[in-house]
């Protein structure tokens, strides 16, 4: 994520995540729904956030931009849901990556 990622607002701060669903929903107008993972009672389940309202006008960049920061927001909802069941096992946020390896955000 650190040389590809889009940049986004997360709890926050700067962080990066993956363009490729919102360039996929962008391109095809294909339904962008994100989900959320946790346990409860011993047992995992999924809840599925409402389809992202991905945007139809405009350049292509800024719709993926605007797009992964819709998918940013959703999952910030699910994690402050439940936050001890996330798990992130790669550094995310700008600050945190090796400025050698990572391009400005």
Do not use: C
């Not at 940049?7 to 700067?14: A, E, I, L, W």
Request: glycine fraction near 8%; charged fraction near 25%; hydrophobic fraction near 45%.
């Amino acid at each position: 994520l650190g040389n590809s990622g889009v940049p986004v607002q997360f709890f926050g701060s700067k962080a990066k995540f993956p363009a490729g669903p919102a360039a996929l929903a962008v391109d095809t107008g294909a339904a962008l729904i994100a989900a959320s993972l946790y346990v409860e009672d011993g047992r995992n389940h999924v809840r599925f956030h409402p389809r992202l309202a991905v945007p139809t006008e405009g350049e292509r960049s800024r719709r993926i931009f605007r797009t992964t920061q819709l998918v940013a927001d959703a999952f910030e909802d699910g994690i402050a849901a439940r936050p001890t069941d996330w798990h992130m096992l790669q550094r995310l946020w700008v600050e945190d990556l090796d400025p050698a390896k990572a391009p400005r955000a």
